[in-house]
């Protein structure tokens, strides 16, 4: 069992039989009083966003999560992941695997989340790299205010990025904000 002093963020438990991930969490001690934890909290199956304040003392139970490294197949509606130790598939609906479809490139290794031996969601990595496969060729000396034009990868994501990037060109995508962080040299 937790205590509330090991809340911390990313701190998985579970409440009322779904697992829930701390977001954000503050540690308050009034002048009068017991000391409490305020937090945000995330509901690991729906997403949904909670706030909670737990007293000192209260105990949390921990979350029968794991994270197994597989593999993206393909989309048909549903998304698919095999496992490359063992070769089990998975599949996940589009509401389970949310924005993270921006980012899903064929034979990618991501982390797929189970609970209860459920597959419930998936954590992509911090950066992703994709091709630019449509966008407005750059203006020359347009570059003082550094605008930016939209751009389309390779998944079909939109994002905006700097005037000189060209179609073809690699992409490092940061999948946390879903912004342009550098072009790649391949």
């Known amino acids: 069992m937790y205590e509330t002093s090991d809340i911390r963020k990313g701190l998985r ?3 009322d039989g779904d697992p829930f991930v701390v977001v954000e969490f503050q540690f308050v001690k009034p002048g009068k009083g017991t000391a409490f ?4 909290i995330r509901n690991m199956i729906t997403g949904a966003v909670l706030d909670r304040t737990y ?16 593999q993206y197949l393909y989309n048909d509606g549903d998304f698919h992941f095999m496992d490359n130790n063992n070769y089990e598939q998975v599949s996940l609906d589009s509401n389970a695997v949310g924005d993270a479809a921006n980012y899903l ?19 992509l990595p911090n950066f992703v790299v994709l091709e630019v496969t449509e966008t407005a060729p750059g203006e020359k000396g347009n570059t003082v205010t550094g605008a930016s ?12 990025v700097p005037l000189f990037v060209n179609e073809g060109d690699q992409l490092r995508i940061d999948t946390r904000t879903g912004e342009y962080a550098e072009r790649v040299k391949v």
């Open 37 to 40: 934890t305020r937090t945000k």
């Open 105 to 123: 490139t064929e034979n990618m290794l991501i982390e797929v989340g189970f609970f209860k031996g459920r597959s419930i969601g998936i954590s």
């Open 149 to 160: 034009k939209p751009a389309v990868v390779s998944t079909g994501y939109s994002v905006n």
């Open 13 to 15: 438990f579970e409440m």
């Open 55 to 70: 007293k000192s003392g209260e105990k949390l139970k921990p979350a029968d999560t794991e994270d197994r490294e597989m």
